[in-house]
């Protein structure tokens, strides 16, 4: 870990609790709790200068249900060239992490389609609707558990078993 | 899986303003067929006359689940689909997948198939760049420079189809390199559009950038400051245009880009002109990388030859037992990944164009994202629409060059 990387973690981890840290490939990535967040990113932002939010994701451990999630916020520091990461780990059952569209603008697309696809609920959030899926959608699509579904070909040697299934408005 | 309701209206009262509850200003809506908002994008305007007070995007028309779908495959099998991301800059998305890959799986990728690399990433920014400029102009009625734009990408596609056979869902990066080598005919097509190039692009900035029409329409419209578009996650050159130096190519260099010499234009104005200024100088940088890369292409193999990840070349499965076996195991199992995660970007066409990249151990991936620097930067668009004409906001749209494919993948 580079030397300005790892002071900023030791902050984190002095301060805020931000344990444990991780590296892969020399990436870091480091766990908050939910409730801690906000105030991580702010500090990063304001004091460490991590001015852009690159990314912000989640991802389903499911059958795993406790933390079920992980909800992912990659920041870059243009002005000191740095990378890190920032994982918040949400229980399966009624996941709720705060809001922090108030830190960093681009978050309020990003929760909205975190809340569309995994049903993860940002508190706070000033206007958490689907994103991307129609807004009468039943389910959130990149739950492991949603299944993926498919349409069986029809080909001559099935065509009329398959033609049954279909919906038919004059029957 | 959708059960029909209605939206009901205190739902949806809290995105616009008072004064459009009481009736004082207009609801429009604009979109999803519309021709100037590129695709399938709906905004739902609130005007007072002609001024836009407040401007609501509504994606998802081109939610294709691309995501959940690449999880159901193998790694090499999924890379298919990064295609259909951003129609307009699909090298580009195989980079940023077989780049991920490459990272998670640590595999090497020969200098020769790096430079290959280099010159196609690079075709393709100015092919986007052209379809900017080409609907860009459109919008704004200067009708011609449409047909001169798609008339250069059309050379660039050959370019595509000569290497890969096809003209735009290409996948001819793979993890490791790429499918095969260039054919002897390569060079001299790419020779010919570099010597053409540069002065197409000087009749382009003759008909476009000093015309008072144009200027009309852009000159301190839509400005967008250097915080408003940090906060808002925005890159690329509309972040450069807005006076942030900051280019992945230059800033952490992939794919041998810190052997080739280049500038990256930067304005401080962030309006639509500064937007137009730095795609039209980046086209000309793009063109310079490409002929530097191809001064230089060295000799040598186009693919790793690490077996585990890189399938044997046909020649050998005839007479190399292990070839064979090589070739079976990857093509019905996969290769795995370890459990971890990495993030992975380059720098697209539209800004910065990450993938996050999960394994679980298993040939297939737990979790893909695509960030796509297309979704950020129209969140930025009700910003900086508020207040302009209706006009403005077609113009605000073209210089913005999202493609709706990367928005809703």
């Known amino acids: 870990m580079e030397n300005t990387l790892q002071s900023i973690v030791q902050t984190l981890q002095e301060r805020f609790e931000v344990n444990p840290v991780e590296e892969f490939r020399g990436e870091v990535h480091g766990f908050v709790a939910p409730a801690r967040v906000v105030e991580v990113l702010t500090h990063l932002r304001d004091h460490e200068s991590f001015e852009l939010m690159s990314a912000m994701t989640a991802v389903d451990y499911w059958p795993n249900e406790a933390p079920r999630f992980n909800v992912i916020y990659q920041l870059t520091s ?28 681009s978050a309020n697309w990003r929760e909205r389609e975190l809340f569309d696809m995994f049903g993860i609920t940002f508190e706070g959030h000033p206007d958490l609707r689907r994103i991307l899926m129609p807004f009468d959608w039943v389910g959130h699509p990149l739950r492991k558990d949603f299944p993926l579904g498919y349409e069986e070909p029809q080909f001559t040697f099935n065509f009329e078993e398959i033609s049954l299934q279909k919906p038919n408005p004059e029957a | ?87 307009l800059n699909t090298v580009g998305n195989n980079l940023a997948y077989c780049m991920a890959v490459e990272k998670l799986v640590d595999l090497d990728v020969p200098p020769r198939a790096q430079a290959i690399r280099v010159i196609l990433t690079e075709l393709q920014r100015i092919a986007s760049h052209l379809v900017w400029i080409g609907t860009h102009a459109l919008d704004l009625a200067a009708m011609s420079m449409f047909m001169y734009a798609f008339r250069e990408r059309e050379i660039i596609l050959d370019i595509f189809e000569l290497v890969s056979g096809q003209r735009m869902m290409t996948t001819y990066f793979r993890p490791g390199g790429v499918w095969r080598d260039v054919p002897v005919e390569f060079e001299a097509a790419v020779r010919n559009f570099i010597k053409l190039f540069p002065k197409r692009i000087d009749e382009y900035e003759a008909l476009l950038t000093k015309n008072p029409l144009l200027l009309d329409r852009l000159l301190g419209i839509g400005v967008l400051t250097k915080e408003t578009a940090l906060s808002h996650g925005v890159t690329g050159p509309i972040l450069r245009a807005s006076g942030v130096n900051w280019d992945l190519r230059k800033a952490r260099p992939y794919m041998g880009y810190e052997q080739y010499e280049f500038n990256v234009p930067v ?90 990249l999960e394994g679980d151990g298993g040939p297939k991936p737990r979790r893909v994202h695509m960030r796509t620097p297309s979704f950020d930067n129209l969140g930025v668009l009700p910003e900086i629409a508020k207040g302009h004409l209706v006009a403005d906001l077609i113009a605000i749209i073209g210089s913005i060059d999202f493609v709706l494919g990367d928005i809703d993948r």
């Open chain 1, 78 to 105: 243009i002005s000191r060239n740095l990378s890190l990461q920032v994982r918040v780990p949400v229980a399966g059952a009624d996941p709720k992490v705060p809001t922090v569209s108030g830190v960093y603008a």
């Open chain 2, 1 to 87: 899986m959708t059960q029909l309701q209605e939206v009901t209206v205190d739902e949806l009262k809290h995105l616009v303003s008072d004064r459009a509850i009481q009736g004082e200003t207009v609801l429009l809506n604009m979109g999803p067929q519309h021709p100037a908002t590129h695709g399938v994008l709906r905004l739902l305007l609130e005007l007072d006359g002609e001024i836009v007070v407040n401007c609501i995007p509504d994606i998802g028309y081109l939610h294709t689940g691309i995501e959940k779908n690449m999880e159901a495959k193998t790694y090499q099998k999924a890379e298919v689909m990064t295609d259909r991301l951003d129609y």
């Open chain 2, 267 to 356: 304005r401080s104005e962030g309006d639509n002109y500064a937007r137009y200024l730095v795609r039209v100088q980046e086209m000309r940088e793009s063109l310079k990388i490409v002929e530097q890369a191809l001064d230089k292409l060295p000799m040598g193999p186009v693919r790793s030859d690490n077996r585990k990840f890189v399938p044997p070349p046909r020649s050998e499965i005839g007479v190399s037992m292990e070839a064979l076996i090589h070739h079976f195991k990857l093509w019905t199992e996969g290769f795995d990944a370890p459990n971890a995660s990495i993030y992975s970007a380059v720098e697209g066409p539209r800004g910065e164009l990450g993938v996050f």
